[in-house]
């Protein structure tokens, strides 16, 4: 079992269509949990970024953790096209830049206008 | 702000060859992280540089060696290139005492 599984999708959506986008996990340690959005031919960029269990608001972006799962989640309210993009969860032990990140194998969102 | 700042953008080699990957983190950013991007995946650890001593490693070969400048940059050296390592190397920056990673757009490497 892969440390961090994330369905790769594709996913496709309508423009304004709440998009859901989900990570599970197995090691415990893992304390820090965050999303990155990649566009092709680039580098991920970071969207949200949680500690512990709980959400974590921001704009259309909302991200959910609950650690008795081992379950986070990114949703995205009233999409649009400029938010189709390949989304990564990255999670780990540690805060700060002490320690390396965990990621999936990222999701494929495309939104269709 | 210039980010992250890495060259070249693409690179072929041939098989058992060497190939320096080079990064300029972000300004004000004393970390620099490198991760590897096969195709259809997740980037993967390689390992980190702080103080221009490598703090963490990841589960790569000998084969793959880093250094950090006084500046801050870094380079990534690959030996005995194999075709499995044909794959985008992203360098990340941040401040060691903050959280968040800076990636930067990435190098293209494919051997042939």
């Known amino acids: 079992q892969k440390e961090v599984e994330q369905d790769p999708g594709p996913l496709s959506v309508p423009e304004g269509a709440i998009v859901s986008l989900n990570c599970t996990y197995s090691?415990?340690?893992?304390?820090?949990f965050m999303w990155y959005r990649q566009y092709s031919r680039k580098g991920p960029e970071l969207l949200m970024y949680?500690?512990?269990?709980g959400n974590k608001e921001d704009g259309r972006f909302t991200a959910q953790v609950d650690k008795s799962s081992k379950y986070i989640s990114l949703f995205i309210r009233d999409s649009q096209p400029s938010d189709s993009a390949t989304y990564l969860c990255?999670?780990?032990?540690?805060?700060?830049?002490?320690?390396?990140?965990?990621f999936g194998k990222g999701t494929k969102l495309s939104v269709k206008p | 702000d210039a980010g992250v700042t890495q060259s070249p953008t693409h690179l072929i080699k041939t098989r058992g060859q060497q190939v320096t990957l080079r990064c300029s983190p972000k300004s004000g950013h004393d970390t620099v992280s490198w991760y590897q991007q096969a195709l259809g995946q997740g980037p993967q650890f390689i390992f980190q540089?702080?103080?221009?001593?490598?703090?963490q490693r990841g589960n790569f070969p000998d084969r793959f060696s880093g250094h950090q400048f006084p500046n801050y940059s870094s380079e990534l050296n690959v030996n005995a290139l194999l075709l499995g390592d044909s794959a985008l190397y992203l360098c990340?920056?941040?401040?060691?005492?903050?959280?968040?990673?800076?990636f930067g757009s990435g190098t293209r490497l494919t051997v042939v």
């Open positions: 949680t500690y512990s269990s």
């Open positions: 540089y702080y103080e221009e001593e490598e703090r």
């Open positions: 990255a999670m780990s032990p540690y805060g700060g830049s002490q320690g390396n990140l965990i």
């Open positions: 090691n415990s340690a893992f304390q820090y």
């Open positions: 990340a920056s941040s401040l060691t005492s903050d959280y968040g990673y800076t």
